[in-house]
């Protein structure tokens, strides 16, 4: 059975870091893409960053860019979200996602993956 478990999310002040971290149980990270989502109140989920299965190709999302990071870790079956100098705007519900049938989201889109995580909050205020 497919389980993505996201932890590290908080409430963190404006300029911060946060490390997300996605575990995977149940099947074998290795060949799969990995998709951070997230989801602010009011708001439709959107694709914030995805790595291919190789880890050779990133999507970042523009509002992301040169702050957040993705990477994977095989052997630990883990995908990370490094996201730093973070932002209000970044105050979310934040999810990963991955799905057997794909290798990598060319756009992250969230109708690509089919199993998600139950969410992590990040939240960033003064």
């Known amino acids: 059975q497919v389980q993505l478990v996201e932890s590290g999310g908080g409430l963190v002040q404006p300029g911060g870091s946060l490390r997300l971290s996605c575990a995977a149980s149940?099947?074998?990270?290795?060949?799969?893409?990995i998709g951070w989502f997230r989801q602010a109140p009011g708001k439709e989920r959107e694709g914030v960053s995805c790595?291919?299965?190789?880890?050779?190709?990133?999507y970042y999302a523009d509002s992301v860019k040169g702050r957040f990071t993705i990477s994977r870790d095989n052997a630990k079956n883990t995908v990370y979200l490094q996201m730093n100098s973070l932002k209000p705007e970044d105050t979310a519900v934040y999810y990963c996602?991955?799905?057997?049938?794909?290798?990598?989201?060319?756009?992250?889109?969230?109708?690509?993956?089919?199993?998600w995580g139950q969410g992590t909050q990040v939240t960033v205020s003064s």
């Open positions: 996602a991955t799905d057997r049938r794909i290798v990598m989201s060319d756009y992250c889109t969230v109708t690509d993956f089919g199993s």
């Open positions: 149940g099947f074998t990270l290795d060949y799969y893409a």
């Open positions: 790595i291919s299965s190789s880890g050779s190709s990133t």
